[in-house]
């Protein structure tokens, strides 16, 4: 029997789009993300669609919901804060369901947060904590030393 989700499941797979959730897990700096758009003012998006698929190094295609816009990109390009202030600062209006507030305010901070740790060098804890304490274990006076000189030390 054919619904609409299974038509978009044929749709594409023959596109040949992954469409992973837009809170599932994705590992890497690629993204698929949807942009939706209020249901009332439906005749915006083929205009967003148009603006979104002019922009460098962002790929554009139908979302699952009638009301979206499928996109994918790396994070390093673009993010979906400055993808979705973009559209509304040229009169778009975005669906405001609590819901969709949810998802982008947990989408906005993510993204932020991988963009941030991009940016910064990778730390071995590990190695520099060892390194902290057996410097400090060296300096501090705890009554573990031998002051027997070496030569005097007997050994058995």
Not at 11 to 23: I, K, S, T, V
Not at 44 to 49: F, G, S, T
Not at 59 to 84: R, S
Not at 139 to 150: L, S
């Amino acid at each position: 029997m054919m619904n609409p989700e299974r038509a978009r499941q044929l749709r594409d797979q023959e596109l040949g789009l992954q469409r992973p959730h837009a809170l599932a897990q994705q590992t890497g700096t690629r993204k698929h993300r949807e942009i939706r758009f209020c249901k009332l003012k439906h005749w915006q998006i083929p205009e967003a669609y148009d603006l979104l698929a002019s922009l460098p190094k962002l790929e554009v295609a139908p979302g699952t919901q009638p009301n979206g816009i499928a996109v994918w990109y790396e994070i390093t390009d673009h993010c979906m804060e400055a993808l979705e202030t973009m559209l509304i600062d040229r009169g778009f209006h975005l669906e405001n369901t609590l819901y969709c507030k949810l998802v982008r305010a947990l989408v906005y901070f993510t993204e932020e947060t991988q963009r941030r740790n991009l940016g910064q060098p990778a730390r071995l804890l590990k190695k520099s904590h060892d390194d902290v304490y057996s410097k400090a274990w060296e300096h501090h006076p705890h009554g573990d030393r031998d002051e027997t000189p070496p030569e005097l030390r007997e050994y058995k």
